[in-house]
């Protein structure tokens, strides 16, 4: 009856379906709550260090109760006192009869609840870099593989002048690269809220040992210290400042929109057939069209690329509408914008890992749509050869003219293919150059210094960036759904 309970409401799909099991522990009830007990046995560890009446038999028994939390018992509590982490106060207490009395000592909610989330945050970061290292790495090796590849560039999704594959894999991975950087500031920018008390001037702690400035300034430090933090913030209200969530979240935003770029252009270039998204054995890419292979890893990375960008308004208003010390309007869209904020970013990242680690090029197609197109690019080159062999570059480029207007019809009137190399070779007035045409016409004259470029950005940009994470570059995805 229970798991058939379990269909009967509604469940994130973030969860159910699509995140990774360590980022949804990071923010589920049994991290949160275990947090909570672990930052009770700090306080009164530190507390007892500077002389409060703390025993050890109260300190041993809170840690030998850290993690067996009665979530029922909890609950009910809750239904009662109508307080989160009051109700986990008692629930606490109630299998640690010695320690009861000493349990949250000088503390206010946020102790717990705030210093928990930073802990989440910091936590939640440490998942999303090396996954996006990762991604970076694949990218990285598929732009070496294919820098010298030449492919038509688009500007205003209309054929201009060439580039090559690795080249544009290249100015996916600078913004990627800029990304890393982001998250790992805003990783480490985080600070610890800390022992403040009930409006953050400490006043609690400071009752509590008796005016003596320096123990609370040293509690704040071994708190903070135990947590795996360097630094606290030195003023904060009631809670940290909301901004520390819109820099959060704002990072993984700014990511989505570099993730929705990469995918749309890989889902653009799909229908082109030049690229493709790798595609499963038995995979179906459409119920009705049996020969439809649809990117859908790409269009899954849009999607929730969309969402994770508009989540960034959240933290926004919140930082906007706390009044002076703190309201708890806050709350409620924090429990569900900073980790679907998380969530969001750590699905697309390893579904972003998946599509690099299998993207197919398709070289002959590539070949393809630059013979269709690079006839028109190369006339400038046409008319140079045929001034270095002696005509008037007037008359030339008049002559291109003509025969280029020529091939566009057949083109677009008759949805021929480009005839314009034909007509060059036809026309007396171009046999000088004839010998040369082929080297005139080479595709790889056309992509500049591309190859050079992708060289030197991955060797000074890319993989400096990804030294730190080189032991967790192993890691493969398969993806479930």
């Known amino acids: 009856m229970e798991a058939a309970d379990e269909f009967m409401k509604y469940r994130s799909p973030l969860v159910s379906r699509y995140a990774s099991k360590e980022m949804a522990y990071n923010f589920s009830d049994r991290k949160k ?4 007990r672990k930052l009770w046995i700090y306080l009164a560890k530190a507390e007892k260090a500077l002389g ?3 025993t050890d038999a109260q300190i041993v028994e809170m840690e030998s109760h850290e993690k067996d939390i009665d ?22 207490a109630h299998c640690c009869p010695t320690a009861a009395p000493i349990i949250h000592l000088g503390a206010t909610s946020c102790y717990v609840g705030d210093n928990t989330d930073l802990i989440m945050l910091r ?19 598929f732009a070496e593989k294919y820098a010298d590849l030449p492919t038509l560039g688009f500007t205003h999704y209309q054929p201009a002048q060439l580039t090559t594959v690795g080249k544009r894999a290249c100015l996916w991975l600078q913004d990627l690269a800029m990304d890393m950087r982001n998250l790992q500031r805003a990783r480490d920018d985080l600070r610890f809220r800390g022992v403040k008390g009930t409006t953050g001037t400490q006043a609690s702690f400071l009752q509590l040992f008796q005016g003596e400035h320096d123990k609370v300034e040293d509690l704040d430090r071994m708190v903070t210290e135990m947590a795996g933090f360097k630094k606290a913030y030195l003023v904060t209200g009631q809670t940290y400042s909301r901004k520390v969530d819109v820099d959060c979240v704002s990072s993984l935003a700014s990511m989505g929109a570099s993730v929705h770029k990469i995918c749309t252009d890989i889902r653009l270039l799909a229908n082109l057939k030049e690229i493709e998204e790798p595609f499963e054995k038995d995979q179906i890419g459409s119920s ?7 990117p859908m890893r790409a269009e899954r990375c849009c999607s929730l690329a969309r969402h994770l960008v508009a989540l960034l308004s959240d933290p926004l208003q919140t930082a906007s509408v706390q009044w002076l010390e703190r309201t708890l309007d806050d709350s409620a869209n924090r429990r569900i914008s900073l980790p679907e904020s998380f969530l969001t970013a750590d699905i697309i990242l390893s579904t972003l890992q998946n599509i690099t680690e299998g993207l197919v090029v398709y070289p002959k197609v590539i070949e ?33 003219r003509v025969l280029s207007q020529e091939a566009a019809a057949v083109v677009k009137q008759e949805g021929g293919d480009n005839d314009l190399l034909a007509r060059v070779q036809k026309d007396p007035y171009f046999a000088p150059i004839l010998g040369n045409l082929d080297s005139v016409l080479d595709p790889k004259t056309f992509i500049g210094r591309a190859p050079q470029q992708v060289t030197r950005f991955l060797s000074e940009e890319v993989r400096p960036l990804l030294e730190p994470f080189k032991a967790k570059m192993d890691v493969k995805i398969e993806l479930e759904l």
């Not at 709550?33 to 909570?36: A, D, I």
């Not at 936590?123 to 090796?141: C, N, T």
Request: glycine share 4%.
């Open 33 to 36: 709550f275990t947090t909570w």
């Open 52 to 54: 409060l009446p703390i």
């Open 71 to 92: 979530f029922a018992m909890a609950a009910e509590e809750e239904r009662k006192l109508r307080h989160d982490v009051m109700a986990h106060v008692h629930t606490f």
């Open 123 to 141: 936590d939640g970061f440490d998942i999303l870099l090396p996954k996006l290292a990762r991604v970076i790495d694949r990218l990285s090796k």
């Open 288 to 294: 009705a069209m049996p020969y439809k292979r649809n």
């Open 368 to 400: 393809r749509h630059i013979r269709h197109e690079l006839p028109f690019m190369a006339t400038e080159n046409i008319i140079m050869a045929m001034v270095k062999a002696g005509g008037n570059r007037q008359d030339c480029h008049e002559k291109i």
